[in-house]
């Protein structure tokens, strides 16, 4: 895939400039012009090569962080200019510039630009440039400068190449998210030479301790071997002049070899300009074509796994490939660093590591490159001590890690959206685990990675999980006012616009998982008693949950804060963080991107379906988007909740999050976590992939405008290839790495298509691929009781009018209709209302059970002459057919009366009334109804004859039929006037009617 662009405004050269990042996980250079003239911010970064800076506060207290950590600006090596007939090249005049294009190539990593220069002399010439930093040598880049001659006369071509030392950090302003916050410069140059063609220097931070050498050196020729000279600088900012007459249609050619070495002061070999020069007698012995070809074989390796297509969406297949190819080019692949928010292609958030690595990033190489998110996860292993202290100042037991930081230390100046997000333990411990899952046994066997260096020992991660879990136990406690539950207090959650609260749903659920799997993984590094304790944390965690909504709250007093007024919030106030004081936004209820509904996608099965299409619901009007981390999570939570559409929008917001510049920083770097989101609301979402508890299940559903999407996941050793159109999908093992001898060593691996588990098992080649029909297939029918199987309306109607005679209220068939499909307890509360009648939830419980025992009195009244007309027949129907049957009534009585109606083994399952969480309106019933037969809610059709039932139904994403007996119901899919109209060819058209 190709990325290209042929605009160089000067919003599109700031633009430019991050989107056309070359980089290999180590070196990184911006997209800037190799000429410094008509640039934005020319910008060379080595991961982790950062300085510090005392952090200034107003007012300090204990446990602050200390210092600031910024990833430094080095010197340029890109440095470039050229001038022809003493006239200097530059962009800026664009009437002077023709046929202009930048493009990257994906497939062989090279950077390209091209263009006509028409110098103020009429001369013209056609400059062509490459770029590439080499995955293979990760010290080393090359850039290969090719100037033609196009003109009808000899010209007089100068090209100077430098190493510009006098590069700098963009200070900091009034977004905290930007600048650095030095006082002097940072990097102490101490050579400083020209040698030959060599460009040579050596520098110093100031106070981190980290050391760098720079080696820049030459090729240069001509197609007609004409003559060239050479002046040499007495710096590496004055550089070496290369001067040739060219001929028409002659070229010249420069390739310049880059390498930079780095590391401690302390480090054993000192001779940092040594390592520089060997590595870069290496790397330009290897030629420009050769180090092309090393390119373009490393990129195939990557691609073979992690290429994703889209057929009908080529737009967004490009978009996809793009970020994948900026994240390879971000992410260390050492075992030492990680991976900035901004990657290599911008200073914005000083360079920091965060949570997204874990939550965002690891899990797009877990399954495309495993050995990548090993070095990840080791780097987090090798900074273990930093947060062994900083648990220590945390008055805490164990390791916390820093919420942001580059050295292992916590360098958050803000704790309050910093320190306090302890759930970063939880996150990477869920990382980790995810990591381990997917390595499996057959990994062991076979390593993907088996010509790979091993990054993470047992020790380690047996060390992260004792540690994180010693944390987590000294932070909470047995709260005797919550009947012992164990509770966490004063963290903060993904969610920044929420602070310091207690019990944030996230931060427990996480806690809780990262408790069980340490008791799993801390092997001998932990006490058996101090596992038994950790067990018992994890049984008694305290998650708050609201009856009367049905949905988690946030936090322990999000659902008692005010909702925020987006009404009249106007569109320049966003983000929020930027136009009111945190204690504005914090008294609130308004989010920056999703909390719990963060936690429904990574601990999937912990939740219904149920609630998680009502905590969506819920919080989704609440959460503003301010965070780039926002719109793959709503993308993925969106499809899981059956809204496609929705889930398409934001899936475009993520996926062109930089191209289209939507946040308006691209300037300061790429957003990697929302391009790793764009991988993930693509698997996750449309795939419906989700790890949880081991365990590989798939639920395809993909947008109206795609055709076709395929992709492979490495999976305990196998390459599993998922198709997927809108009528089938495909899931097949297909390894050519292996030999077939390999290939069938490897176990089974065992996966679930929506509720259907199958085994894709390479010791039969038959059992390689497994096809499932995507298209809704009949498989069951829910009922609902009262209306539709039978009617009771009048012994409810009876026994309600008895409660209310006996206690003064007024009720009356009006007041009825308001009860059809409503839960007993819901009903009275209806009825209590309309007489504007206040009583305790003890009376009415009570008068409730009053009420049941009058109207199950009555049910002894009932037999088989009340099955309503043509039910009867169709449930002989379905079951000759071999279609499932479910009872989803509100009613707790409903085993009664299908008993007395002699109905008992006409249904599949019966909902339990008593274990669903809501009532009518709200989709649990039908749900709970879909689960027991074993059938997945989209080949189900729901039968209701009330108003609140069709909307469960819907809700549920279930197609309804609407017996229209009382009352019109017109947001049944199909209405019938009585249920002798209910037929088996009915309920199969109501299966296949669209939406909407």
């Known amino acids: 895939m190709k990325f290209t662009t042929t605009k160089f405004t000067p919003t599109d050269v700031i633009r430019n400039e991050t989107l056309f990042t070359t980089a ?76 202009f294009s930048l493009e990257i190539d994906t497939n062989t990593g090279i950077l390209t630009r091209k263009l006509d220069w028409i110098t103020p002399d009429k001369s013209t010439i056609q400059l062509t440039t490459h770029r590439l930093v080499s995955f293979s040598n990760p010290h080393s880049a090359v850039i290969e400068y090719l100037v ?55 520098a110093q931070t100031r106070k981190s301790g980290l050391c760098l050498a720079g080696i820049a050196t030459h090729t240069i020729s001509c197609t007609d071997k004409s003559i060239i000279s050479k002046n040499a600088g007495e710096n590496c900012h004055d550089g070496i002049t290369f001067s040739i007459e060219l001929k028409p249609s002659k070229s010249i050619s420069l390739i310049k070899y880059i390498t930079y070495v780095h590391g401690k002061s302390d480090s054993q070999n000192l001779d940092f300009l040594q390592q520089a020069k060997s590595k870069n007698s290496a790397f330009k012995n290897l030629g420009i074509e050769q180090i092309k070809q090393d390119q373009k074989k490393y990129l195939s390796s990557f691609w073979d796994t992690a290429r994703l297509t889209i057929e009908g969406d080529t737009e967004s297949e490009q978009a996809l490939s793009f970020n994948l190819f900026q994240l390879l080019q971000s992410v260390s692949k050492n075992g030492t660093q990680s991976i900035g928010a901004k990657g290599l292609s911008g200073e914005g958030y000083e360079g920091h590591f965060f949570w997204d690595t874990e939550a965002y990033v690891c899990p797009v190489f877990t399954y495309t490159d495993p050995h990548i998110a090993e070095s990840l996860l080791a780097y987090r292993a090798r900074i273990l001590p930093q947060a062994q202290e900083q648990a220590k100042i945390m008055n805490l037991k ?86 012992g539950q164990f509770c966490i207090n004063n963290v903060t959650g993904p969610d920044e616009y929420t602070a310091i609260v207690n019990n944030n749903v ?53 659902l008692d804060k005010e909702p925020w007024d987006f009404a009249h919030t106007p569109s320049e106030n966003y983000p929020l963080l930027l136009h009111y004081h945190p204690l504005v936004i914090y008294r609130h209820r308004v989010l920056k991107q999703p909390d719990l509904v963060l936690a429904q996608f990574l601990l999937s099965s912990c939740f219904t379906r149920a ?38 929008d934001y899936f475009n917001e993520t996926v062109r999050m930089d191209i289209d510049d939507i946040k308006g920083n691209v300037k300061d770097g790429i957003h990697t976590a929302s391009m790793a989101g764009s991988w993930m609301s693509v698997v996750y979402g449309f795939a419906g992939f989700r790890d949880y508890n081991s365990e590989w299940l798939f639920n395809p559903q993909l947008p109206k405008k795609w055709k076709k999407i395929t992709f492979k996941l490495q999976l305990e050793g196998h390459i599993l290839q998922v198709t997927i159109t809108h009528d089938k999908a ?72 008895k409660i209310a005679q006996k206690n003064n209220l007024h009720f009356d068939h009006d007041m009825n209709k308001q009860l059809l499909g409503v839960s007993r307890e819901e009903s009275l509360k209806i009825i209590l209302r309309e007489n504007n009648v206040v009583w305790s939830t003890e009376k009415i419980k009570t008068v409730c059970y009053e009420k049941n025992e009058i109207y199950k009195e009555s049910l002894t009244t009932l037999s088989p002459d009340n099955i309503l007309p043509g039910i009867a027949d169709l449930l002989n129907d379905l079951a000759h057919a071999g279609i499932k049957t479910g009872l989803a009534s509100a009613s707790k009585n409903a085993p009664q009366v299908l008993a007395q109606l002699h109905l008992e083994n006409k249904f599949t399952a019966v909902a339990d009334a008593g274990k669903v969480q809501m009532p009518k309106p709200e989709p649990d019933i039908f ?48 209405r019938v006037k009585s249920t002798s109209e209910l037929t088996l060819e009915l309920l199969k058209q109501a299966l296949q009617e669209k939406d909407g």
């Open 927 to 974: 749900l709970e109804a879909a689960d027991k037969t074993n059938t997945w809610y989209t080949d189900c059709v729901a039968i209701e004859d009330a108003e609140a039932g069709i909307k469960a139904i819907k809700k549920a994403g279930i197609k309804a039929v609407g017996v229209c007996s009382s009352s019109p119901l017109n947001n049944a899919d199909v």
């Open 148 to 202: 033609k001659n196009t003109s009808k006369d000899i010209i007089h071509v100068d090209i100077t190449s430098s190493i510009d030392t006098t590069s700098h950090n963009i200070m900091s302003k009034e977004d905290p998210r930007v600048g650095a916050k030095f006082s002097n410069n940072p990097l102490i140059i101490d050579i400083d030479k020209v040698k030959d063609t060599e460009l040579q220097f050596t």
């Open 24 to 99: 290999n996980g180590n070196l990184g250079f911006r997209g800037d012009t190799e000429e410094k003239a008509y640039t934005y911010h020319k910008g060379t970064y080595i991961n982790g090569f950062y300085d510090t800076e005392p952090i200034q506060y107003g007012e300090i207290a204990y446990g602050y962080a200390k210092n600031h950590e910024t990833l430094l600006n080095l010197p340029d090596p890109k440095r470039i200019e050229l001038s022809v007939n003493n006239y200097s090249f530059s962009m800026k005049e664009a009437k002077a510039i023709q046929d």
């Open 398 to 483: 164990g390791a916390l890690y820093p919420w942001r930081t580059i050295s292992g230390t916590e360098t958050s100046a803000y704790f309050p959206a910093g320190t306090a997000q302890y759930h970063i333990n939880a996150d990477i411990i869920f990382a980790l685990n995810r990591y381990l899952n997917q390595q499996s046994q057959n990994s062991e066997q076979i390593a993907l990675t088996k010509s790979k260096q091993k990054y993470l020992s047992q020790t380690q991660i047996e060390k992260m999980a004792a540690e994180t879990a010693r944390m987590w136990f000294s932070l909470g406690f047995f709260n005797e006012n919550k009947n």
């Open 611 to 648: 609630e998680k299409i009502r905590n969506f619901n819920f919080y989704e009007q609440y959460t503003t988007g301010d965070s780039s981390l926002s719109y793959c999570i709503q993308c993925i939570m969106s499809c899981e909740t059956g809204n496609i559409q929705k889930a398409f």
């Open 730 to 801: 495909i899931y097949e093992l297909c390894d050519k790495k292996f030999s077939d001898a390999e290939f069938q060593n490897l176990k089974p691996l065992v996966l679930k298509h929506r509720n259907e588990p199958f085994v894709l098992d390479p010791s039969f080649s038959n059992k390689t691929c497994k096809e499932f029909n995507l298209r809704p297939q009949l498989r069951a029918v829910l009922f609902d009781l009262d209306g539709v199987i039978t009617d009771t309306t009048e012994l409810h109607y009876d026994a309600w009018q």
């Open 506 to 558: 996230f931060t427990n659920l996480m806690a809780r998982e990262n408790l069980y799997i340490s008791c799993r993984l801390a092997g001998k590094q932990a006490t058996e008693i101090e596992k038994k304790l950790w067990e018992k944390a994890a049984d008694n965690m305290f998650i708050p949950f609201d009856k009367k909504l049905g949905i988690y709250p946030q936090d322990d007093s999000f």
